[in-house]
T-cell receptor, first 114, second 109 residues
Framework: DAMVIQNPRYQVTQFGKPVTLSCSQT?????MYWYQQKSSQAPKLLFH???????NEADTPDNFQSRRPNTSFCFLDIRSPGLGDAAMYLC?????????????FGPGTRLTVT | QKEVEQNSGPLSVPEGAIASLNCTYS??????FFWYRQYSGKSPELIMF????GDKEDGRFTAQLNKASQYVSLLIRDSQPSDSATYLC?????????FGTGTRLKVLA
């Protein structure tokens, strides 16, 4: 089945220790998104890729970086995680051409910072 | 600032009743509107999308859109305890989404 996969599902890292979260998709969608979601809050868009074009949200901290080496994979790098970065990180994809723009979410990675 | 507003709830309804969830949006450029269901600790799953004024029905779910009033709603008929979750409303322009904070629905058995 076509899907969005995130690894790991749970990640524990130490304060200040770099961490990388990964996302892959078999949908062949052009657009990939990274969201941060904290408890009882809306998903907050960090950045998205339209194909290879990277689009950073204005309020996304410099501590967060992303890479998309090919259509299928996208990575979220947190260079120096702080306690406030503990959250669920959601990867999503969409296909803006010929579709209804719906986003398909992966299962998320729960990040804990100790 | 572009916003999507939802009542955070909780909205409590008895089993078998109709649950009505509402959402307003500020960006008139929004073209498509989505309802996602999110269980605690899980990722959002798409329930319905709508982009034309009026009603759209899918099983027990009906989405309603009124672009003049910038209002979207979701009706859940014959509510079941398994429908208890947070429902996120989202508005999309081109391919960027604005999410609301969600309404927590409790269906009481």
């Amino acid at each position: 089945d076509a899907m969005v996969i995130q690894n790991p599902r749970y990640q524990v890292t130490q304060f200040g220790k770099p961490v990388t979260l990964s996302c892959s998709q078999t949908l062949n969608h052009n657009v990939m998104y990274w969201y941060q979601q904290k408890s009882s809050q809306a998903p907050k868009l960090l950045f998205h890729y339209y194909d290879k074009d990277f689009n950073n949200e204005a309020d996304t901290p410099d501590n967060f970086q992303s890479r998309r080496p090919n259509t299928s994979f996208c990575f979220l790098d947190i260079r120096s995680p702080g306690l406030g970065d503990a959250a669920m990180y959601l990867c999503a994809t969409s296909e803006p051409f010929g579709g209804s723009l719906e986003q398909y979410f992966g299962p998320g990675t729960r990040l804990t910072v100790t | 600032q572009k916003e999507v507003e939802q009542n955070s709830g909780p909205l409590s309804v008895p089993e078998g009743a109709i649950a009505s969830l509402n959402c307003t949006y500020s960006d008139r450029g929004s073209q498509s509107f989505f309802w996602y269901r999110q269980y605690s600790g899980k990722s959002p799953e798409l329930i319905m999308f709508i982009y034309s004024n009026g009603d759209k029905e899918d099983g027990r779910f009906t989405a309603q859109l009124n672009k003049a009033s910038q209002y979207v709603s979701l009706l859940i008929r014959d509510s079941q305890p398994s429908d208890s979750a947070t429902y996120l409303c989202a508005a999309a322009g081109t391919y960027k989404y604005i999410f609301g904070t969600g309404t927590r629905l409790k269906v009481l058995a």
